[in-house]
C-alpha cells in the first residue's frame, strides 16, 4: 500500500510538473471568523498592505490571485469609494513529503516514473529524481477591516499540504476556499475541497 501511495503521488506531482492538462480536488483546512451579520448594502473593498508587503514585488501579484475569490464571495473592488479594506498573505515551505523514500531522493536501478517535456512513461533505469520528494506546506490569509471604524469584521485562514508545484494554480483555489462561507462561515474548521485546474 506503501509503494502504491508513493507511485500515485510520485504520479500526480509529475502531472503538474510537465504542465500537462489535468485536474485535481485541492483539500484545504479553513477557519473563519465574522463579525458580519449579512452581506454588507456596501460591499467595496481596496487592498491594504503592511509595511513590509509594501517593499514586497510579490503583493501586487498575490493580490491579483485573491481577487477572483473575493468578487466570486460577493465583495467588489473600489479604490475610490472603499467601504472596507482587505490585506491578504500567504506562506509556502517546502517540506519533507510523507511518501517520501527513506533512502534518499534519488533512485538507483528499478522501475520508475520519467517524464520529458509533455511526455510521460515508465522505464527502468536510474538514477532519476523522485518526484514524490516535492512537497509543500501553504497558507494563505484574508483580513477584512471596516474602514470607518478601522475593526476587523472577518479573518480567514486556509492551509494545504500537498504536492502541488504551482503557486499560480494553487493559490487562488486556497483563497476561494477560504471565502467560502462569507460573510456566515461555519464554525471552527472545516475541509473545503476545490478543483483546480481543467481537462483540455
Known amino acids: 500500500m506503501v509503494r502504491i501511495a508513493r507511485f500515485l503521488a510520485a504520479f500526480a506531482a509529475a502531472l503538474v510538473l510537465t504542465g500537462c492538462a489535468t485536474s485535481y480536488k485541492l483539500d484545504n483546512q479553513v477557519?473563519?471568523?465574522s463579525q458580519l451579520p449579512a452581506m454588507p448594502a456596501q460591499p467595496s473593498y481596496?487592498?491594504?498592505?503592511?509595511?513590509?508587503?509594501?517593499?514586497?514585488?510579490?503583493?501586487?501579484?498575490?493580490?491579483?490571485?485573491?481577487?477572483?475569490?473575493?468578487?466570486?464571495?460577493?465583495?467588489?473592488?473600489?479604490?475610490?469609494?472603499?467601504?472596507?479594506?482587505?490585506?491578504?498573505?500567504a506562506r509556502t515551505e517546502r517540506t519533507?513529503?510523507?511518501?517520501?523514500?527513506?533512502?534518499?531522493?534519488?533512485?538507483?536501478?528499478?522501475?520508475?516514473?520519467?517524464?520529458?517535456?509533455?511526455?510521460?512513461?515508465?522505464?527502468?533505469?536510474?538514477?532519476?529524481?523522485?518526484?514524490?520528494?516535492?512537497?509543500?506546506?501553504?497558507?494563505?490569509?484574508?483580513?477584512?477591516?471596516?474602514?470607518?471604524?478601522?475593526?476587523?469584521?472577518?479573518?480567514?485562514?486556509a492551509v494545504n499540504d500537498g504536492p502541488w508545484l504551482d503557486n499560480r494554480a494553487v493559490l487562488p483555489a486556497m483563497f476561494e476556499a477560504a471565502m467560502q462561507g462569507f460573510p456566515n462561515p461555519p464554525a471552527g474548521p472545516r475541509r473545503v475541497d476545490i478543483l483546480v485546474g481543467r481537462s483540455s
Open 31 to 33: 477557519r473563519s471568523f
Open 96 to 157: 519533507l513529503s510523507p511518501y517520501a523514500d527513506p533512502w534518499g531522493p534519488w533512485g538507483w536501478g528499478g522501475w520508475g516514473l520519467g517524464f520529458h517535456g509533455r511526455h510521460i512513461g515508465l522505464g527502468f533505469g536510474g538514477p532519476w529524481p523522485r518526484t514524490d520528494s516535492y512537497w509543500f506546506h501553504r497558507e494563505v490569509t484574508v483580513i477584512v477591516r471596516e474602514l470607518a471604524t478601522h475593526r476587523v469584521v472577518y479573518e480567514t485562514h
Open 46 to 89: 481596496r487592498f491594504d498592505r503592511s509595511l513590509s508587503q509594501q517593499v514586497d514585488p510579490a503583493q501586487q501579484a498575490l493580490e491579483a490571485l485573491a481577487d477572483p475569490a473575493l468578487h466570486k464571495a460577493g465583495l467588489r473592488r473600489d479604490d475610490s469609494a472603499p467601504r472596507y479594506s482587505v490585506q491578504v498573505s
